[in-house]
């Protein structure tokens, strides 16, 4: 045994790449689904010479929900922490994968009211979010403090010895609510905007076609990546909001500065 002073200090986990994780999570499975899902049979059938990488629609979405998947399972082995965003993900693919194998009738056809159940599958897990934002503010963890209003961010044990210094702890309790209604609603229009991202999506769309499995998976790849701009845009506009409301509330009633509030990056 070393002595306790020659022993190394612990290594800092990895950090996870977020370039990495929007190549595996989002854009290679969305050129996956677009130009890999033809079917070469269905191709010969509409007239039309298949292409070598045209691997048909079943192993393509195989391929694209296996990627996030084993992304996940190696940021898990690499940092023995499940993410919650990983696991957020993970549940996503689950779902995603699940549904499609329901909604896929064994003649290539599509069951009645995908674009209905696939934006269900698309709204709950923010709409889950958000409730859980809500019923969590009274518990010993609440999930503004997971995701935004934490020590990693925040000089959280200066500012609450300010707060009971000024005596304004009902004042702050009430700030923490309005920041967690604000966070929980950023959840909401998540939810909201993802249905109606499907509902337009799925708009027209031919379940009895010949080629209805490979529309199918081109429309869940447009889902995949307009929907991280159309909905990631107005979500991160939402935490910016709530995190400069929150910021500008712990000024006035701690009278401490920005820089005093938040620690050093």
């Known amino acids: ?107 290539g056809t599509v069951k009645e009211h995908a674009g209905i159940l696939f934006g269900l599958k698309e709204a709950a897990i923010p709409l889950a979010l958000g409730i859980g934002v809500l019923l969590s503010r009274r518990t010993a963890t609440p999930l503004l403090h997971v995701f935004l209003y934490n020590d990693s961010l925040f000089d959280i044990p200066k500012i609450e010895r300010r707060v009971s210094e000024n005596l304004r702890s009902e004042d702050y309790r009430s700030l923490l609510d309005r920041a967690n209604a604000l966070f929980a609603a950023s959840f909401f229009l998540s939810s909201v905007l993802n249905l109606g991202l499907a509902s337009f999506f799925f708009h027209g769309f031919d379940r009895t076609a010949t080629d209805a499995l490979e529309q199918y998976n081109g429309i869940v790849g447009r889902l995949t990546g307009w929907g991280f701009a159309v909905i990631g845009i107005p979500l991160l506009a939402f935490l910016y909001l709530t995190l400069q409301r929150l910021i500008k509330g712990l000024r006035e009633i701690t009278g401490l500065s920005d820089q005093e509030i938040l620690l050093p990056r």
Do not use: C
Not at 3 to 17: F, I, S, T, V
Not at 32 to 49: A, H, I, N, R, W
Not at 52 to 80: E, N
């Open 1 to 107: 045994m070393f002595p306790l002073a020659n022993r190394m200090p612990d290594a800092k986990p990895k950090q996870e790449n977020p370039l990495a994780n929007i190549l595996i999570n989002v854009l290679i499975p969305v050129l996956v689904l677009s130009y890999l899902s033809k079917d070469p049979d269905v191709q010969k059938l509409l007239g039309k010479d298949p292409k070598p990488w045209h691997i048909g629609p079943l192993k393509a979405i195989i391929v694209a929900l296996a990627l996030p998947l084993g992304y996940g399972i190696w940021h898990f082995v690499q940092t023995r922490k499940l993410n919650f965003f990983s696991g957020l993900g993970l549940l996503s693919v689950a779902l995603t994968g699940g549904l499609t194998l329901y909604l896929w009738n064994k003649d």
